[in-house]
């Protein structure tokens, strides 16, 4: 059982590349959420997928795009990559679905640390 | 909108030492409410949480009780560990939406 697993771990880009971000969970949770990590700013939504087939906006979406594959896989995409997106990004899961009363906890990544030049 | 505070790190302790960790919230409602903890290299790892009022989550030695009167969620423990080094992140969610709102974290350093 690994839980969430992502790939990579580093990464260092150019400004204007594009790169996809994997994530995979094995404990058939509903839901999934990618995070960035920035000093001094804690965690900061970015998607989420609420259940298989559903992608929603967080706190900061832009520059990035997301695709639910299946139920166990939620990829981050960064289209341009400009410097201001260099951060520690963070795949989670958990159980619920967002029906109403849905606490789960969520279960973190290792991390993906991203470098733009 | 909702919001947590957490204190400014570092917070430097010997080994033994008693560790508070403060933390307050700013919501609308009855939140839940969450420790985490990032380990060096690592993703976070749930500590501990409470659901409601006056409830005492607890974990490793750790505990934090939840204040609706303060709107708080102390972290402590009576004696931190040179192993306990890390950063903890204080965290809210509403039941119905799933999107944790996170403090900026506190870095805990604890020498031999």
């Known amino acids: 059982n690994a839980g969430v697993t992502q790939t990579p771990k580093f990464q260092v880009l150019k400004t204007g590349q594009s790169m996809t971000l994997q994530c995979a969970q094995d404990m058939n949770h509903n839901s999934m959420y990618w995070y960035r990590q920035d000093p001094g700013m804690g965690l900061r939504l970015i998607y989420y997928?609420?259940?298989?087939?559903?992608?929603d906006k967080g706190e900061v979406p832009n520059g990035y795009n997301v695709s639910r594959l299946n139920k166990r896989e939620f990829s981050l995409r960064l289209e341009s990559a400009a410097p201001s997106q260099t951060s520690v990004y963070f795949c989670?899961?958990?159980?619920?679905?967002?029906?109403?009363?849905?606490?789960?906890?969520?279960?973190f990544g290792p991390g993906t640390r991203l470098t733009v030049l | 909108g909702n919001s947590v505070t957490q204190m400014e790190g570092p917070v430097t302790l010997s080994e033994e030492a008693f560790l508070t960790i403060n933390c307050t919230y700013t919501?609308?409602?009855?939140?839940?409410l969450f420790w985490y903890v990032q380990y060096p290299g690592e993703g976070l790892q749930l500590l501990l949480k409470a659901t409601k009022a006056d409830d005492k989550g607890s974990n490793k030695g750790f505990e934090a009780t939840y204040r609706k009167e303060t709107t708080s969620f102390h972290l402590e423990k009576g004696s931190v560990q040179v192993s306990d080094s890390a950063v903890y992140f204080c965290?809210?969610?509403?039941?119905?939406?799933?999107?944790?709102?996170f403090g900026t974290g506190t870095r805990l350093l604890v020498s031999p």
């Open positions: 989670a899961s958990s159980g619920t679905s967002g029906r109403a009363g849905g606490t789960d906890t969520q279960y």
């Open positions: 965290a809210l969610v509403f039941p119905g939406f799933q999107k944790l709102v």
């Open positions: 919501a609308t409602g009855y939140p839940s």
């Open positions: 997928s609420a259940s298989e087939g559903t992608t």
